[in-house]
Nanobody, 124 residues
Framework: QVQLVESGGGLVQAGGSLRLSCAAS????????MGWFRQAPGKEREFVASITWSGSRKYYSDSVKGRFTISRDNAKNTVYLQMNSLKPEDTAVYYC?????????????????WGQGTQVTVSS
């Protein structure tokens, strides 16, 4: 069992930065890949970024590549999403997810555990 709790969301102006954190509980965290997804009102959940259990491979959506960075600290059971050069279209609820299979793709059905989400709002 893995429980995930996101934090770090908030209101920021366009061009600003935020760092999201996802704290995990459970002994399987260090062997699970982690992903970040987001969902804006009226839209489907969208893949943002993912990272393997070792941190050796990372995967980003085209919409955030070059602006967002995913990282993890297995000693702290935490995964991060550093978001720079934020745009109004980045506004959404951001969710972290864990995949016990070490899957790092974009299909949310392949992730086994989800957090409750944290709101990110970017004003223009």
């Amino acid at each position: 069992q893995v429980q995930l709790v996101e934090s770090g969301g908030g209101l920021v102006q366009a061009g600003g930065s935020l760092r999201l954190s996802c704290a995990a509980s459970g002994r399987t965290f260090s062997s699970a890949s982690m992903g970040w997804f987001r969902q804006a009102p009226g839209k489907e959940r969208e893949f943002v970024a993912s990272i393997t259990w070792s941190g050796s491979r990372k995967y980003y959506s085209d919409s955030v590549k070059g602006r967002f960075t995913i990282s993890r600290d297995n000693a702290k059971n935490t995964v991060y999403l550093q978001m720079n050069s934020l745009k109004p279209e980045d506004t959404a609820v951001y969710y972290c997810a864990a995949a016990l299979s070490d899957y790092i793709g974009r299909y949310y059905s392949r992730y086994d555990y989800w957090g409750q989400g944290t709101q990110v709002t970017v004003s223009s």
